[in-house]
């Protein structure tokens, strides 16, 4: 079957304004994106440039807008998409380098502004720092997290306000301030009530909806409102527990991917 796609092209040397270019790839099997990218790269054009690395969906790599959606190229199939053109740009609201690479500096910086790491000023034990399976349970989601980008590429509050920490930094945060070994609780709640935290957050559910492995970003930033007002009210040891059930993984090809559309090329910032 062959199928075109529509790649976003961009070489800061040589463009005023980014392009795109149409190849034809011949799709066989269970090919996906990443494989339909690696066959134009090696046998129609060398100059196309992209991100890739553990082609698993574990890396996060490989982070594009494939049809309108923020997906990985390593685990989305070409044969999923059900269109005979596959349109792929770089993620939206992330500096573009060239072509479908982007630039990471700005999304890592929020991520280490969030101490992601574990916090604990009491005596270290002889073993591990134990949990028991009802407090692991609090944070098991939010740990499937690869930061990918996908979440905070998809939110428009990012878009709009490059200062606001987005759902992946502030996902990591509520793996933190729900983490019952961590006791930095206090300044991560500072950080979640602060002018770039949980309160930009519209509830706007891109983030969830568009996440490749299920996490559920909206929920957590709630999750963090409710502990910062909690907290502000004099109420900070009480303890929120979710109901929630992980989404279940929906079908590519589904009406959301149409209802998001194409950004093109207006969406990039250089």
């Given at each position: 079957m062959e199928v075109r796609f529509r790649v976003h092209r961009f070489d800061p040397e040589v463009d005023v304004t980014p392009r795109y270019q149409v190849y034809t790839v011949d799709v066989e099997g269970d090919m996906t994106v990443l494989d339909a990218l690696h066959q134009i790269k090696w046998y129609q054009d060398g100059t196309v440039t992209f991100r890739r690395s553990c082609r698993s969906a574990i890396c996060g790599s490989c982070g594009m807008l494939i049809n309108g959606r923020n997906r990985l190229a390593c685990n989305t199939r070409v044969g999923d998409l059900n269109s005979p053109e596959v349109s792929v740009s770089p993620l939206p609201g992330f500096p573009v380098l060239r072509d479908l690479v982007v630039d990471w500096d700005p999304f890592f910086a929020k991520d280490a502004a969030m101490m992601p790491y574990l916090i604990n000023d009491t005596p270290a034990p002889q073993k591990e720092r134990r949990q028991s399976p009802e407090e692991y349970e609090q944070i098991d989601n939010a740990t499937l997290c690869i930061m990918c980008g996908c979440c905070s590429s998809a939110c428009p509050i990012v878009w709009s306000n490059g200062e606001y920490y987005?759902?992946?930094?502030?996902?990591?945060?509520?793996?933190?301030?729900?983490?019952?070994?961590?006791?930095?609780?206090?300044?991560?709640?500072?950080?979640?009530?602060s002018e770039e935290g949980a309160w930009r957050?519209?509830?706007?559910?891109?983030?969830?909806?568009?996440?490749?492995?299920?996490?559920?970003?909206?929920?957590?930033?709630?999750?963090?409102?409710?502990?910062?007002?909690?907290?502000?009210?004099?109420?900070?040891?009480?303890?929120?527990?979710?109901?929630?059930?992980?989404?279940?993984?929906?079908?590519?090809?589904?009406?959301?991917?149409?209802?998001?559309?194409?950004?093109?090329?207006?969406?990039?910032?250089?």
């Open positions: 987005g759902p992946a930094a502030l996902t990591r945060l509520y793996r933190f301030v729900f983490d019952t070994r961590d006791t930095a609780t206090q300044e991560r709640l500072a950080l979640a009530g957050c519209h509830t706007i559910f891109n983030c969830t909806t568009d996440c490749p492995k299920g996490v559920l970003n909206t929920q957590n930033i709630q999750a963090l409102k409710r502990k910062v007002m909690l907290k502000n009210l004099g109420f900070g040891g009480t303890r929120i527990a979710f109901e929630l059930p992980p989404p279940k993984p929906k079908p590519l090809s589904d009406a959301t991917a149409a209802a998001h559309g194409d950004y093109g090329a207006g969406h990039h910032r250089h």
